[in-house]
């Protein structure tokens, strides 16, 4: 076992019912949403899209910056906020092709708090973000969905 594991699963479960379910509910399931569907009345669904993740991922790149000043963190303050804007981003557009918000929490909470089951010399954090990207590309085959099946739920 890498590290203690109580701390370990403690630290993974503050994730997933914490930082990573409430960044996850707030910028992709709500923000995200919200300037989609107020921009798609006036742009195409492309444009919206993109827009929608531009703008929310600004936002969630810079609500970032007062926990940076408070943990001194400003050297970087410009890359960090570009890898924030970048990873929000990605995991957003995730969020588009799977529709699955709780997917996106475990992804969130696992790479703010990779859970090394086994001491490896690799990073977690790649292995994870490599199986995300995996798990994203092949989500309909895995979940065994289809589109048609997806647009005639009713909500």
């Known amino acids: 076992m890498s590290g203690n594991i109580n701390i370990l699963i403690g630290s993974l479960l503050g994730q997933l019912f914490g930082n990573a379910a409430f960044e996850e509910l707030i910028y992709r399931g709500i923000l995200f949403l919200q300037f989609y569907l107020l921009l798609k009345t006036k742009n195409n669904i492309k444009k919206s899209l993109f827009y929608s993740v531009i703008i929310s991922q600004i936002i ?25 804007f970048t990873a929000g981003s990605v995991l ?44 994203a590309a092949f989500w309909n085959k895995i979940m065994l969905v289809n589109d048609n099946e997806i647009k005639s739920i009713k909500i």
Do not use: C, K, W, Y
């Open 60 to 84: 969630f790149a810079l609500i970032h910056i007062p926990n940076r000043l408070i943990i001194n963190q400003v050297n970087n303050l410009g890359t960090d906020l570009m890898i924030l």
């Open 92 to 135: 957003t557009l995730i969020f588009i092709i799977t529709r699955n918000l709780l997917f996106l929490i475990g992804i969130h909470a696992l790479i703010n708090q990779p859970f090394n089951l086994i001491e490896t010399d690799f990073p977690m954090r790649i292995i994870i973000s490599i199986l995300v990207i995996i798990s």
